[in-house]
């Protein structure tokens, strides 16, 4: 599966696990170097695309934040539906739990109960 994924993803992916400081100077240094060597347009452009790329790749991830808890949230509020045997579904008790991957993210999962179709909670695929 690893042959398959594009350049883009891959750095993309790679972007995603440094640590957010680094993140934003590997964002703010490229931007300021052209601004000083005098090309504000390029710099606009650069802007807009960086302004872009940041709603494309964090504006959906919030949403996923915050509409759907952690499974250690979805525990806290609602300790009954933790089990021996695993989690189950708060609204109708099922114990059939699936999921699917948050806008074809592989690494982003959103859990729901496969009884009444009710999402549960969400989780991180590390693979």
Known sequence: MRENQSAGY???KWFRQLPVPIRWLVAIV?????VFSGGI?????????????YLLLYTD???WRENYPALEEYWRRYPESKTRNGTTCYYC????????AWNNDKSRRIH??????????RSLDDR
């Not at 490229?30 to 052209?34: A, C, H, R």
């Not at 347009?41 to 790329?53: R, S």
């Not at 008790?93 to 699917?100: F, L, P, Q, V």
């Open 30 to 34: 490229p931007p300021l170097v052209i």
């Open 112 to 121: 729901y109960c496969h009884q009444c179709r009710t999402p549960l909670y």
């Open 10 to 12: 891959r750095l993309g």
């Open 61 to 63: 991830d919030k949403k």
């Open 93 to 100: 008790g099922a114990i059939r739990i699936e999921s699917y």
């Open 41 to 53: 347009a390029v710099f606009l452009a650069f802007l807009g695309i960086g302004l872009l790329c």
